[in-house]
């Protein structure tokens, strides 16, 4: 018999079944079991955190009251107390995952290192005597801009031990981009690395630290302590520079774990949002590392012969919550890797899970796009058969994708985990339970027990089966983000106001759009504000527009998404100029040069269009939707005559 093609599977609307061996081995093996648990958690959230909070986490001193809820604000746990870092580690120490790897590193070019539970908190105890003498307390902030290497994940807990946040920047925004940043948090100390190994490179990363705090622009940092990895010359400024490799040797291991209230602040990490700078989302401690924890155990079936991979960076939530807290608190393997698929080695990840023999694998859709591109024979000149689970997150999954993630990542037999979540959420929201439920490619199935999700319209009535809305969620659930770091009100006004409360229940607008089907699965959209999704990253168009305008040459700029095959989406830009500047293709080149140096490589314009005049209403708003359909190459969508000046529109269109 002939395999079906990858249409007629679409076309039958399939759904994928969990295997029996794999949901008999399975944490959670049935729809039933998934049903019972999801009503239980439903009919009292807070009893069913607090049961799990007991049994997965250990405390030194139980709370109080589970949930305290003021809308929109949150506490969990209050009065407890505990240490994510001693979650991750210590507990560990007493059983025999001691000597069990904790991080597997796969290193550029061509270093490894293995830690053990054992070695990784040695290492984390020791960092945390470091900053200590370097001046830092309890409560105080520490900015992290750091290549994948393990003393990444060692310096977040080492952070959290003593409890002082960690906001990490992720090594690929610039200079300019990690001031805003260490300035808001207001860090006492930046960690970073001579360098790291990008794409073939040595990229400097000590180099944009001292140039985000040249003429004491960064006021608070005291001192910056630096991991030797790539060993180019650096810049040296004696009083507040710092070696790691010449304190570690005379650096104590020895560091208990400082007790932490359930709500003291674990860390700050700073997202797009639809205005103004990107704003630092604020998590806590005890219902951060209940809930990465659960979400780990139950989505990804985690267990102790697991080798563990998240492809994503430790500069975004995915490697904060799954490959740094989740992981380690479940005392799994958690495997980090510095590189990057690229044209002189395109088939190295495959190598990286045929020499771990990796089980679960966690990636983006926008990387599977890429592998789709580069063949299936590099895949299958690897031995892949050790991997049992796959993940992915970042964007929707376009079902063609899924199938080949299926078919030839997964050779049919690996359940394929969409987890639906955001920076704001702390940990999967929309996710398969892979011994229980059913999947459908390109959605995130079900929420997970504990999340009560809801598709409604701008109201907040839900709508029916299968009709758009917008995704919320209704319960307040233990990894919920707490605030915008010092800006309550916006925290309020971004995540709780576009939709009211319905009959007294707060909803959480997660800025996505959804629908739900017949069978009760939800179907993400992507999203519905400003915010664009540019491989799996997210950036605020208002955010590379101000980027624009602070260029001399520019008046004006609008920017906005359009689709693209590989990214899902890029960054498209329309700019009316200043008088005395002309439109040239030098003048592009410099201006997306421009948005690299404002922000970092990520929001790099794919396309800038000059304009004489933007589209916009009589009131002077913007009409990004004909600009949206501009970029694309579409018809114009939608009623043109509320715009103040039509030949605008015909201008723009001649142009492209
Ligand atoms: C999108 C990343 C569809 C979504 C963890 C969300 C997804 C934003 C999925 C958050 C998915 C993430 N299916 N869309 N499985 N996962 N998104 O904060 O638009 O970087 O709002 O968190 O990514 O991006 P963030």
């Not at 100029?577 to 040239?584: A, I, R």
């Amino acid at each position: 018999m002939s395999q079906p093609t990858i249409e007629s599977i679409l076309q039958e609307k399939r759904l994928f079944r969990p295997a029996e061996d794999f949901s008999s081995a399975a944490h959670i093996s049935s729809m039933a079991q998934y049903q019972a648990l999801y009503e239980q958690a439903a009919a009292d959230p807070a009893a069913f955190w607090a049961e799990l909070a007991e049994q997965e986490l250990d405390w030194f001193q139980k709370w109080d009251q589970t949930l305290d809820w003021q809308p929109p604000f949150v506490k969990w746990f209050v009065g407890g107390k505990l240490n994510i870092s001693y979650n991750c580690l210590d507990r560990h120490l007493t059983t025999w995952r001691r000597n069990k790897a904790a991080l597997i590193w796969e290193g550029e070019p061509g270093d490894s290192r293995t830690l053990t539970y054992a070695q990784l908190h040695r290492e984390v105890c020791q960092m945390a005597n470091v900053l200590k003498d370097l001046g830092v307390k309890k409560g105080d902030r520490v900015g992290l801009y750091m290549p994948m290497i393990p003393e990444a994940a060692i310096a977040m807990l080492a952070c959290a031990r003593i409890g002082a946040a960690h906001t990490v920047i992720f090594g690929g925004f610039s200079a300019d981009a990690l001031r805003d940043r260490l300035n808001d948090a207001e860090a006492k100390v930046v960690i970073t690395a001579d360098g790291g190994f990008r794409k073939d490179k040595a990229v400097p990363l000590k180099a944009a630290v001292d140039q985000a705090l040249e003429d004491n622009a960064v006021p608070s940092v005291a001192h910056v302590l630096v991991v030797q990895r790539t060993q180019q010359e650096v810049n040296w400024q004696a009083d507040r520079d710092v070696w790691w490799h010449e304190r570690q040797p005379t650096a104590s291991a020895d560091c208990p774990a400082e007790p932490m209230d359930s709500e003291d602040l674990l860390f700050i990490l700073y997202t797009s949002g639809t205005t103004g700078k990107p704003k630092g989302v604020v998590h806590t401690t005890g219902g951060y590392n209940l809930y990465t924890h659960m979400t780990l155990k139950w989505a990804f079936d985690i267990k102790d012969t697991d080798v563990y991979w998240c492809t994503a960076d430790v500069g975004w939530i995915t490697g904060h919550s799954y490959i740094v807290y989740g992981p380690l608190s479940n005392g799994a393997t958690s495997l980090m890797y510095e590189g990057a698929p690229r044209a002189s080695n395109p088939g190295c990840f495959w190598d990286v899970v045929e020499k771990y023999g990796v089980t679960i694998f966690y990636t983006a859709p926008t990387a599977i796009r890429a592998f789709i591109k580069m063949g299936d024979e590099l895949p299958k000149a690897r031995d892949l058969s050790s991997l049992r689970l796959l993940g992915t997150v970042g964007e929707p999954i376009n079902p063609e994708a899924w199938m080949w993630y299926h078919e030839v990542i997964g050779g049919g037999q690996c359940p394929i985990v969409d987890t639906w979540w955001q920076t704001e959420t702390g940990g999967f929201m929309l996710t398969p339970l892979p011994g229980a439920t059913p999947t459908k490619p390109g959605s995130a199935t079900k929420p997970f027990p504990g999340i009560l999700a809801d598709v409604v319209d701008l109201d907040g009535n839900p709508v029916g089966a299968n009709e758009g809305g917008y995704l919320v969620i209704k319960h307040p659930w233990p990894s919920m983000m707490r605030t915008v770091y010092g800006n309550d009100e916006r925290y309020r006004k971004t995540y709780w106001e576009h939709i009211p409360p319905q009959d007294g229940q707060y909803l959480y607008f997660a800025g996505d759009g959804a629908r739900r089907d017949e069978d009760g699965y939800f179907w993400v959209m992507g999203r519905v504000d400003d915010v664009l999704n540019v491989s799996g990253h997210r950036l605020g168009t208002m955010e590379i527009e101000s980027a624009l305008v602070s260029h001399p040459a520019v008046a004006e700029a609008a920017v906005v998404g359009r689709k693209d095959e590989l990214k899902g989406e890029d960054v498209f830009a329309f700019v009316t100029l200043e008088g005395q500047y002309s439109p040239s293709d030098s003048l592009k080149a410099e201006l997306k040069q421009h948005v690299v140096k404002e922000i970092g490589a990520i929001a790099r314009p794919g396309d800038i269009r000059f304009a004489d005049a933007l589209p916009k209403t009589r009131s002077g708003k913007i009409i990004r939707r004909f600009l949206r359909n501009l970029a694309s190459g579409e018809e114009i969508v939608g009623d043109a005559t509320t715009m103040e000046d039509q030949s605008v529109l015909d201008k723009l269109r001649e142009e492209a």
